[in-house]
Structures are given as C-alpha cells and as structure tokens.
C-alpha cells in the first residue's frame, strides 16, 4: 500500500454493513480496499469466462454445421433407399438376388 488516505463522506450505512459482510472484513475501510481488490479480480475472471463463451460458440457453431451436413447425407440416403428400383429382385443389393 501507498499509505494514501481516502475520506469517504456520508457512506450508507447498508452498504458499510453489506460490504464488510461480503469481504468479511471488520472495519470499513478494510471492507472498501477488499472489495475493490475483488472487483479487479471478478473483472479479469469475467474477461476469460466471455471469451471462453466465444470459443465454446464457436464450437458450437461447427458441431451445428456438422449436423446440418449429416442431416442432408441422411435425408439423401433415405430418399434413395426409399426407391422402388432398389427393391426389386433384379436389384444385386437385394437380399436373395440372383443372376440369371
């Protein structure tokens, strides 16, 4: 520390009691340093966890990409498994096809 005073004046007293409640701090003063020491830190914390939102987003953003294109590839394979051609007994995929 410094050794710099700060004079607050007319501080809320709810908000003496929540602050020194929240670091856990016995005096005011104390209580005022500790919070502005965690908000730094919660402000880095929340920095890093909106990036890692970002990167997870755009995984995300890939993985539905990805599901897209196999959604397609299924919807095609339905449709040509759905053809009568492929059913008949002509057909060598056929099950008990027979060459004549």
């Not at 990167?55 to 339905?78: C, K, M």
Request: aromatic share 4%; no cysteine; glycine share 8%.
């Amino acid at each position: 520390m410094s050794g710099k005073v700060i004079t607050i004046r007319d501080p809320d007293v709810d908000l003496i009691r929540n602050i020194k409640l929240l670091t856990r701090k016995g005096t005011a003063s104390q209580a005022f340093i500790a919070g502005a020491e965690l908000a730094i830190w919660q402000s880095e914390r929340i920095e890093r966890m909106q990036e890692e939102i970002r990167s997870l987003r755009e995984t995300v953003g890939v993985y539905q990409g990805v599901l897209a294109d196999a959604h397609s590839a299924a919807v095609q394979l339905a449709e040509i498994a759905g053809q009568k051609d492929l059913f008949q007994s002509e057909n060598p995929l056929r099950p008990g096809y027979r060459r004549r």
